[in-house]
């Protein structure tokens, strides 16, 4: 019986990887409409670190960063994070937020960009559980986005504590999102319960 | 020659004079500073959650470095091996904010309170006074602990550094 993320084995990782492929899939889909720009995918990794390794996974504990949390709930439950360094996040807005009176070159987060990024994390959220649920037929719910903008670190605590009282390693699925005209990266992780992946593998016929 | 020591998450280091204990990017973990003053000598723990108690009966190893209950006391063991007296040690305690504004009713929301109201438990039963804490709100904090002279500064993005 899988008890924390170590026990993890390649098939089970592969199917991670499916699934973070073909919800990054939709994300991309997404994303590209919302920005009118072609915006490319990695392939997506899945990661079992310690907690440290997260988090300079990501940049650094210190960098400041934006990130937009949903949660997932119902038969499945986890959080997807959009994250990216406070730079990217203003190429972001100034795409986005064309033709609104927004102070133009104000690097200040007005209410205004601050619903505008949230409601990316909100839509990127929605592809990947839409991917899950679709796949496995789970009921799933999402959240309201919630934003901080603050140190990598301190926003990564939040999934490593959910996630991480079991067992000293927390997995994830990372896809790094990346435009084709402006340089522009941000980062989607998933994270999700241990009994929620033993669903999913379930669901698929996979035996854990 | 003074040395800093990182303490990572679910981590702690003891140490003494001139060494200096950092830890990056609290969020809603919290750092706890115990210092004896006589000896120079501090441990810093970077804590994740409150209570290792629910997670016991699960027949697994726990790692005593993630909770409040079991690090405060390994520190303070610790200490004592490095000749440090339980009478002379304060604390200095910073972190467990709420970095997302989520509901303070779900687990998820209110884990840094919790996380500080466990940390003050513990000190309080262990008979440890807290001298200076910048702790909850919403923003995440680096802490440097220096041991020749017990001054935790804490570091946030856009703030003065405090200096307690």
Known sequence: MLKNYEELNEVHIDVLREIGNIGAGNAATALASILDERVEMSLPVVRI????????????????????????????????????????????????LQGFDTEEESEEMTELKLSAIKEIGNILGSSYINAIATLTGLQINLSVPYIAIDMAGAIMSVPIIEFGSVGDKIMFIEEVFSGRENDLRSNVIMFAQIETLKLIMERLGLNL | MSQTLVVGISDYRVSRKPNILVTYALGSCVGICLYDK?????????????????????????????????????????????????????????????????????????????????????????????????????????????????????????KNVLEL
């Open chain 2, 38 to 158: 006589r000896l120079q000598v501090g441990g810093l723990a970077h804590i994740m959650l409150p209570d290792s108690t629910q997670f016991l009966h699960q027949h697994q190893e726990i790692n005593r470095m993630k909770f409040a209950d079991t690090a405060i006391v390994d520190v303070v063991k610790e200490m004592q091996l490095l000749g440090a007296d339980i009478r002379n040690i304060t604390a200095k305690i910073a972190g467990g904010a709420r970095m997302f504004q989520m509901q303070s009713n779900t687990q998820l929301g209110s884990i840094g309170d919790r996380n500080v109201d466990s940390v003050k438990q513990v000190l309080g039963n262990l008979g440890i006074p807290i001298i200076a804490e910048d702790t909850r709100k919403n923003y995440g904090r680096t802490v440097y602990f220096d041991l020749s002279t017990g001054i935790m500064k804490v570091s946030s993005l856009g």
């Open chain 1, 49 to 96: 670190t310690d907690f440290d390794t997260a988090i300079n996974a990501l940049g650094g504990a210190e960098a400041m960063t934006v990130g937009v949390l949903v949660n997932f709930y119902g038969e499945a439950n986890g959080m997807i994070m959009f994250l990216m360094k406070m730079e990217d996040a203003q190429k972001i807005l100034s795409i986005l």
